[in-house]
């Protein structure tokens, strides 16, 4: 894309940093889609399974108003999940104590992942606050960014999970739905956030076909999905 203004007839070319410096946006979706979040319209144009395209990123709405901005609990929000996986990576290197809590995968979703976002998307993504069991019924808060969903969130009930740890969004009503694809667009295995009820070495995933199952955690060929709050 070429940025330009006119000044005096003349054809001066812009930086992106200066046009956002401005005030210009390089991206008018976004910024039109997030009126209809903030006004509480978008519903209105929007239905839960639409997919929006934001620069090369590819997400549908799984939920409105299903999670909270911590920051803002009254503000509307749409939670979104990539339609492509993210790359492989394990859960953690071993056993995990506090489940989810402590993954090496949260830490490279709201790390690495999170930071190779572009500048005008991270600015509407907000912090959400979820409630995660770990294998032996201990319950712990986490406040992220970037997250993937329980097994009760996807499934509407813990199934190898031993507890259930918020409710099912509205987008996961059938296994099809709950099919995700890689970049080459093969359906594949991604992690939940949910660890086996008294195992602190394997947690829960779905499979390429969109049932519930579990894997060792430091399996290296299970993905995640690229999953956010818009606020």
Known sequence: MENFICINGNRVELTDQQIKELGFSLNPFLVSFM????????????????????????LKIIGFNHDKDINNT????????GTKLLPYHRMHGGACEKGWVDTELRKYLNGEVYNSLPSELKQYICEV???????????????????????????????????????RYEAFATRKDRILVDSKGSSDWYWNRSFYGGYSTYAA???NNG????????????RAPLCFTLA
């Open 74 to 81: 009254d503000a509307p929000t749409v939670t979104v999940i």
């Open 129 to 167: 606050k979820k409630a995660t069991h770990n294998y032996k019924g201990d319950i712990y808060d986490t406040v992220d960014k970037l997250f993937i969903p329980s097994e009760s969130e996807l499934f509407g009930s813990a199934i190898y999970a031993g507890y259930e740890d918020g409710e």
């Open 35 to 58: 009126e209809l979040v903030r006004s509480g319209k978008v519903r209105e144009q929007y239905n839960v399974r639409d997919v929006i395209k934001i620069d090369d990123y590819e």
């Open 205 to 207: 995933y779905v499979g």
């Open 211 to 222: 049932h519930a199952n579990y894997f060792h955690v430091d399996n290296s060929y299970v």
